[in-house]
Structure formats: C-alpha cells, structure tokens
C-alpha cells in the first residue's frame, strides 16, 4: 500500500522535504528526459565510510510500504525502511563555483565521514 503525503511550505519533520529549487531542478531532468512517468526515489543503504550512503535516482516503481510526496508536481518516493532516515531531511540543489548538485541536510545524521559520502 503506498500512502500519500500532502506538503506544506515549512519543513516537515515526519516526511522528507524538497526545496524549491531541487524540485525546478527535478522537473528540469525529467522534461530533459521526456519523461513524466518518473518520480525521484531516496534511499538510505549500507556502506561507505560511516556505514550509510544515499542514493537518489529516478524511478518509474511503486513498492509496497513506499511513502509518495508531492512537491509542486515532483514526486519523491522513499521506501519504508528509508523512512526513518530520512523524516524532516531537507533536499536541497546548489549550483555554485565550489559544488554542483543535489545536497540533503539531515538532521537524523549524527556524524559523517571526511569526504561526505555516506553518514551514521
């Protein structure tokens, strides 16, 4: 059963949140893509240097136990094992001099290795 999850402007803490920016970012991809059928997934799976590593990619899947959010169009899937991970992270994208990508600020993360690939 996938459960539906409406937003709000403010930053939720019992769901994952994407910014403005990242969802323009998101939607940008997926017309680049031709693509409308496509949602962006979030996972948390073992492994890198803090022993958990995101991973975010498109899907066209609904598993059971998914959490779907809507944000201005974009949908953001995260499975239920994911969920406590992830609830009130912020997915957020930068496009500066210094860095170019999505970010996600967690506020679950209790610490995370040197080069900021994975977290506990």
Partial sequence: M???VETTPERRTDSIN???VAAAKVQSLLEQEGRDDLALRI??????????RYQ???????????VVTDFDGVSVVVDRMS?????G??????DTI????FTIDNP????????GDSFH
């Fill in 43 to 52: 996972s948390v799976q073992p492994g890198g240097c803090s022993g958990l």
């Fill in 89 to 94: 992270a912020m997915i957020d994208f930068v």
């Fill in 98 to 101: 210094e860095k170019q990508g």
């Fill in 56 to 66: 975010l990619f498109f899907d066209e899947r609904t598993l059971d136990g998914d």
């Fill in 18 to 20: 994407l910014s403005p």
């Fill in 108 to 115: 679950n993360s209790t610490g995370s290795c040197a080069c």
């Fill in 83 to 87: 969920v406590p991970y992830l609830n």
């Fill in 2 to 4: 996938t459960e539906q």
